[in-house]
């Protein structure tokens, strides 16, 4: 599409995910990833999940831009992360990192 971009680059922002009190994920070493249209995402290196504490959830998602996204869910919050195994070249960076949709950037 015109004018659609997508940007991928590692960032340093200290950040986290906290689901009912519990941290499900911190991280200073996200990628960040800029898209046209959306919200700036976070993608997380799986060492810097719990993803014992995740769920695949057989959600799955396609993405003309970045390919087919696999969910993961905790059992009160479905589909509350996700991944993509096998992304679109331009966006190769991701592969198998894990997104989620409120991501805190830790100040300091």
């Known amino acids: 599409m015109a004018g659609h971009t997508i940007t ?3 960032g340093g922002e200290h950040v986290r995910v906290v689901h009912d ?4 994920a911190e991280s200073r070493r996200p990628l960040v990833l800029r898209e046209t249209g959306c919200p700036v995402r976070y993608y997380l290196p ?3 999940v719990r993803t014992a504490l995740l769920t695949p959830s057989g959600t799955s998602t396609h993405c003309p831009f970045k390919g087919d996204a696999s969910y993961w869910s ?3 919050a479905p589909d509350l992360v996700w991944a993509y195994e096998e992304p679109k070249k331009e966006v190769a960076a991701i592969k198998g990192h894990y997104c989620f949709y409120d991501t805190e950037v830790v100040a300091g």
């Open 21 to 24: 009190g519990e941290l499900l």
């Open 8 to 10: 991928v680059e590692r």
């Open 46 to 48: 799986p060492e810097d």
């Open 74 to 76: 905790l059992p009160d």
